[in-house]
């Protein structure tokens, strides 16, 4: 289970792309997604679209690796400021 601090980071996420019109999963493929990657064991995933990381951070946990693939700069830099807070 994520802690506090990192969901309320992912709400910090999410509000930032609302407002800002930036594409990310609905709740229920986050949950959906979540439940997969953990029933699952899956260790490895690759996301391609990261946009600004919500479905990315949504999807780790302490036991698997993330590779993420992202087109548009200014998207990148913000998942990067997002990933550093999200795991600080």
Known sequence: MKNELKEKTLQEIKTYAISHQIPIIH???KLFLEKMITDNNFRDVLEIGTAIGYSALSM?????????IEREYPNVQLAKDFFKKYFS
């Open 27 to 29: 709740d229920e493929t």
């Open 60 to 68: 780790s946990n302490e036991k698997n690796n993330i590779q993420t």
